[in-house]
């Protein structure tokens, strides 16, 4: 066995050994630390993707790493390291028997499922590992067991299956484009795709790819399909809601990008201006919703959908390496409010804006993390949002797109004002509700992680501040990726 071969292994095999081990356990009723297995198993995940950082990339035939899928899979490792360390006091107050043990090896199975995803060198193995992490996440989502988290659980398996059936309607449409050109097994490997591509008809090409995006628009959480992604981040419990935001999204972003990369000439134009339309598009609807929306959950979801929108316009403008950029810090960012979120949902027993302020006088440390999550969300410098929104108007400027840039500085200022607004209210109004448990326990380690990943967004705006050579060049790699091959 290649030492490429063991890596893929041992990656795979972590998190379904956990998962496997957690419900024999629950089978033959033998009681395990379960989630504490699920941060063991985190943390060496964490360290082997962490470890091909410095190592060439390993490739098989099934299974290859590049610069954008190794900080996919890097920000998938660390988002469900971060859930695992927050689950335990979390699982501590909600134990529930057989259901928390369900829960907890559903999550192994579903990194299992985001890593193969994310490594796949096969269309249809993504596609199926893809369907993986929505199966595997319904009782996640529907952990409370309660009315809207149960629909919720339903709602996202039901729209998240149609997208995935439409993205399946995609490959069928590539699959007769390519019929009696090549294999058809060999030619479902993106690596043989880049090649064969080029004498495929471009009608078929642009019609398979329109179906693969919307498919998988119910994973990024953008139109059309977003409404079951916004549901599901509200009713589940908040560390589930950051997992979705921050890097289970990604891997539908990955899945449409990997097509991306092997389309050219009109198809590959045709795909820039439906990541375009796609991503104004999420932006207009997220700042609607943003001037009314009156629980603090889904604001922070319904900004996520403004992200990936950015993201989007990032990509189909030609500015891959802002897009991923952008992509760290919205992933960051993200995980650190969801976290703080599910704090003041457990502490205060709700999810209203109104009924929560002045959180900077009563819980200081969350409060402020609060406030700098705001900021780096809404864009301030120096977090890095700041810098990856001022690249995309800087070259919007310079390529004289102005009804799109208009768009943008309009749409973006409404969803500012009401962010801003609302993060300003619940930091530093005067307090209206008292603490439902004014002695709840919220892990330190939890704390220490949150405020790793607002300075992990601010040293990366810093780092492009003063000098900007390591990102600069990592970034020049990555969206070198997605020039028209």
């Not at 009696?180 to 060999?186: I, T, W």
């Not at 045709?270 to 929306?293: C, D, E, K, P, Q």
């Not at 599910?342 to 009563?362: E, H, M, P, Q």
Request: proline share 3%; hydrophobic share 55%; glycine share 8%.
């Amino acid at each position: 066995m290649s030492e490429a071969e063991i890596f893929y292994v041992t990656l795979f095999a972590l998190p379904l050994l956990a998962g496997i081990l957690i419900y024999l356990a629950l089978f033959f009723k033998i009681r395990i630390p379960h989630q504490y297995m699920l941060s063991v198993m985190t943390v060496l995940h964490l360290a082997l993707v962490m470890s091909i950082w410095s190592r060439p990339f390993p490739e098989t035939h099934w299974f290859r790493l590049d610069e954008v899928s190794l900080l996919f899979l890097t920000i998938l490792s660390f988002a469900f390291f971060a859930v695992a360390l927050f689950s335990i006091d979390f699982l501590r107050q909600f134990e529930r028997g057989s259901q928390t043990k369900i829960f907890v090896a559903n999550l192994c199975f579903s990194l299992l499922c985001g890593s193969v995803a994310l490594t796949s060198n096969h269309l249809g193995l993504t596609w199926v590992f893809i369907e993986g992490t929505t199966l595997t996440l319904v009782t996640a989502i529907g952990y409370y067991r309660q009315e809207d988290s149960l629909e919720g659980a339903w709602k996202y398996l039901f729209i998240c299956s149609v997208g995935i059936a439409l993205a399946f309607v995609g490959i069928l449409l590539l699959a007769l484009a390519i019929a009696g050109k090549m294999e058809l097994q060999d030619a479902m490997f993106y690596t043989s795709l880049q090649h064969i591509a080029p004498q495929l008809p471009t009608f078929w090409l642009k019609i398979s790819f329109t179906f693969l995006f919307v498919g998988y628009s119910t994973k990024i959480g953008v139109i059309p399909f977003y409404s079951a992604d916004i549901d599901a981040k509200d009713v589940a419990p908040a560390q589930i809601g950051g997992l979705i935001s921050s890097s289970l999204g990604l891997i539908g972003l990955f899945a449409v990008l990997k097509y991306y990369q092997v389309l050219v000439d009109d198809s590959r134009l045709f795909a820039s201006h439906l990541f375009i339309l796609t991503g104004i598009a999420s932006v207009i609807l997220a700042a609607a919703y943003m001037l009314r929306v009156q629980n603090y959950k889904r604001m922070l979801a319904y900004s996520s959908m403004e992200h990936y929108g950015l993201i989007l316009i990032c990509f189909g403008s030609g500015i891959p390496a802002t897009a991923i950029l952008h992509v760290v810090g919205h992933s960051l960012t993200k995980l650190s409010l969801f976290f703080t979120a599910g704090f003041f949902v457990r502490k205060y027993a709700t999810k209203n804006i109104a009924d929560l302020s002045g959180l900077c006088a009563r819980e200081p440390v969350l409060g402020w993390l609060w406030m700098a999550g705001c900021a780096s969300s809404i864009g301030l410098p120096p977090f890095s949002i700041f810098f990856s929104e001022f690249q995309l108007f800087h070259h919007l400027v310079l390529e004289k797109n102005w009804i799109l840039l208009i768009l943008l500085l309009v749409f973006m200022t409404v969803i500012l004002k009401g962010m801003a607004g609302n993060f300003f209210s619940m930091s530093w109004g005067i307090p209206v509700k008292a603490a439902r448990l004014p002695l709840f326990y919220y892990g330190k380690l939890t704390v220490l992680l949150q405020i790793l990943c607002l300075i992990g967004v601010l040293l990366l705006g810093f780092q492009i501040l003063v000098s900007g050579v390591f990102v600069e060049n990592f970034l020049t790699r990555a969206g070198a990726l997605f020039s028209n091959l």
